[in-house]
Nanobody, 123 residues
């Protein structure tokens, strides 16, 4: 079993920055992919950034150049540094993990989810 706990959300003005953290507990080995998803009211959950099992980082087009995903393995912690935030980034952000993920930004690929942390960006 893997448990994920997100933190770091909050309210910020457009152009500001936030860093989200996801603390993972349980057995996670090199076969796991880790990802950040977000879901705005009335919209589907969408993948934002992911670290594949080979260690490569991947980003949705909407956040490329603004968001950076990173992982601190010693502490089993996943981060999402979000810069140049826009009002359209407002959403609940979720950390997710799974083994042997095929499509990194497909929510159905992930079986472990955190409870989410809210990010609100005002204009």
């Amino acid at each position: 079993q893997v448990q994920l706990v997100e933190s770091g959300g909050g309210s910020v003005q457009a152009g500001g920055s936030l860093r989200l953290s996801c603390a993972a507990s349980g057995y996670i080995d090199s076969s796991y992919s880790m990802a950040w998803f977000r879901q705005a009211p009335g919209k589907e959950r969408e993948g934002v950034a992911a670290i594949a099992s080979d260690g490569s980082a991947h980003y949705a087009d909407s956040v490329k150049g603004r968001f950076t995903i990173s992982q601190e393995n010693a502490k089993n912690t996943l981060y999402l540094q979000m810069n140049s935030l826009k009002p359209e980034d407002t959403a609940m952000y979720y950390c997710a993990s799974a083994r042997w993920v095929g499509l990194l930004f497909a929510p159905y690929e992930y079986n472990y989810w955190g409870q989410g942390t809210q990010v609100t960006v005002s204009s």
